[in-house]
C-alpha cells in the first residue's frame, strides 16, 4: 500500500536528514515512529482498563501465591 503525505520544505529535509542519521530510510522510519506511536496508544490504553478493574477490586496476590494456588511449586 501506498501512502501520500504532504509536507513543508522544511519538514522533508528534516525528515530526510534525521532518516540518513538513524541509517534507514524515510519510508522505514515513518513506518516504525507510526506503528510504534499505535503501540504506545494500545498499551495506554489496556493499562487504563486494567487500572479501573483493580480500582473496583484492589486485592493483589504474590508471585509465591500465585504458585502455591496453581501447584507449580
Do not use: C, N, W
Not at 507510526?34 to 473496583?56: C, G, N, P, T
Amino acid at each position: 500500500m501506498t501512502l501520500s503525505l504532504r509536507l513543508s520544505e522544511t519538514d522533508t529535509d528534516i525528515i530526510k536528514a534525521y532518516a540518513k542519521m538513524q541509517g534507514t530510510t524515510v519510508s522505514e522510519l515513518i513506518r516504525r515512529i507510526v506503528m510504534d506511536h499505535i503501540e504506545e496508544k494500545f498499551d495506554l490504553k489496556e493499562y487504563e482498563k486494567a487500572y479501573a478493574e483493580y480500582k473496583k477490586d484492589p486485592e493483589t496476590f504474590t508471585l509465591d501465591d500465585v504458585i502455591k494456588e496453581l501447584d507449580l511449586a
